[in-house]
Structures are given as structure tokens and as C-alpha cells.
T-cell receptor, first 112, second 114 residues
């Protein structure tokens, strides 16, 4: 069975600082990997997805993620945090059956 | 294109009642999936429908059921509601691009069971 682990349920950064949200997956086959963001009282918005075409994936709002097979990781980064980035972020792994397995989520707080 | 829409957005029910939630997918998307989000269990997959057939099912009791119509709109039903069914229910529709499915989520229906 697939599993996704997000290290750190809460991450706090200062505005302008680097954002690093960690995600590790467990899969016996190359997974489909996604990052979603959830703002309060809203659904999930797709940030980016790993398509196996490139290990460095660029998404919306300046986010990017790097797929590292040797580390089974798909960490999300952004060079400079904005106040508007404060939200909950979910890493997810998909299988051929189109079922997403989500990590526990990381709440990002941005301090002025 | 319009996004995934879900109705109603908020719902309050009492234990023992049943509830039906509705989801309209993005135009052209034939797959609809449902997820339950709670503070304790996080995001959990309920089921997926494709072309009016349930294609995948998560580990939920039979009180949770769903269906999909010919226009791809989907409904999920929860019978004999329990307090623990209080959650945000998210619907996602998906399309296949270069062999990969990508799910796009609606705003969710927040269900409170009293």
C-alpha cells in the first residue's frame, strides 16, 4: 500500500524567507505525485504535479518541487515566502487506479 | 472552464438522518472521486466513479454510497448519520493527460452531525 509522510505538521517562516515543506512517499512503483494547497474554508487547489518528464517541477505561485527517487522524496520549495502563502499544504501520491493517498498536511505560517 | 461545483456548501443534520451531497465535475471530465476530510483522520478516499460505474472504493462502511449520472454529475449519500461523519466532503473530477490522471477539487460540503 502506498503511504505519504509529511514531516512537520506546522512550519513557520518569515516573510521573504525560503519555504521548504517535506514529503516522502512509499511506493513499489514509480508514483504519480502532487502538491495541493488548501486555504481556510476552501477545497484543494493543485500547485504542481510530477509527470516523470523532469525531476524539477515548477508550479503556480512560484512553488517548485524536486523528485528524488533515491530519497523517495518530493519536497516543495519557494525561494521567498509571501503572507498570502499561509495555508495548509498536502502532498499526495496517486496510483493507476486514480486514488490519491494524502500526507497529513503541513500548515505554513508566514510571519511579517 | 468552470470548476468543480458542490452543493450544498454547508449542512447540519442529526444522528440517524441521511444526507445526499451533489457534485458537478468540470466539463468533459468523466471521473469523479469523493474524499472525506476530518481533523483526526485527514483526507481519506471514499470512492471513484467513471462512466456511471464505481471504479474504486475506499475503506468506508456501506452507509456511504454514491452514484454517477450520464452527464457525469455525481451524488454521494450517507445513511444513518453518526457524529463521526461530521467532516468536509470533497469532490474531485479528473482528466487524463499523457497517461496521468490529475484531480481537480471542488470547494467541499461541510457536514455537521448533531
Amino acid at each position: 500500500a502506498q503511504s505519504v509522510t509529511q514531516l512537520g505538521s506546522h512550519v513557520s517562516v518569515s516573510e521573504g524567507a525560503l519555504v521548504l515543506l517535506r514529503c516522502n512517499y512509499s511506493s513499489s512503483v514509480p508514483p504519480y505525485l502532487f502538491w495541493y494547497v488548501q486555504y481556510p474554508n476552501q477545497g484543494l487547489q493543485l500547485l504542481l504535479k510530477y509527470t516523470s518528464a523532469a525531476t524539477l517541477v515548477k508550479g503556480i505561485n512560484g512553488f517548485e518541487a524536486e523528485f528524488k527517487k533515491s530519497e523517495t522524496s518530493f519536497h516543495l520549495t519557494k525561494p521567498s515566502a509571501h503572507m498570502s502563502d499561509a495555508a495548509e499544504y498536502f502532498c499526495a501520491s496517486g496510483n493507476a487506479g486514480n486514488m490519491l493517498t494524502f500526507g497529513g498536511g503541513t500548515r505554513l505560517m508566514v510571519k511579517p | 472552464k468552470a470548476g468543480v461545483t458542490q452543493t450544498p456548501r454547508y449542512l447540519i443534520k442529526t444522528r440517524g438522518q441521511q444526507v445526499t451531497l451533489s457534485c458537478s465535475p468540470i466539463s468533459g471530465h468523466r471521473s469523479v472521486s469523493w474524499y472525506q476530510q476530518t481533523p483526526g483522520q485527514g483526507l481519506q478516499f471514499l470512492f471513484e466513479y467513471f462512466s456511471e460505474t464505481q471504479r474504486n472504493k475506499g475503506n468506508f462502511p456501506g452507509r456511504f454510497s454514491g452514484r454517477q449520472f450520464s452527464n457525469s454529475r455525481s451524488e454521494m449519500n450517507v445513511s444513518t448519520l453518526e457524529l463521526g461523519d461530521s467532516a468536509l466532503y470533497l469532490c474531485a473530477s479528473s482528466s487524463r493527460d499523457r497517461g496521468q490522471e490529475t484531480q481537480y477539487f471542488g470547494p467541499g460540503t461541510r457536514l455537521l452531525v448533531l
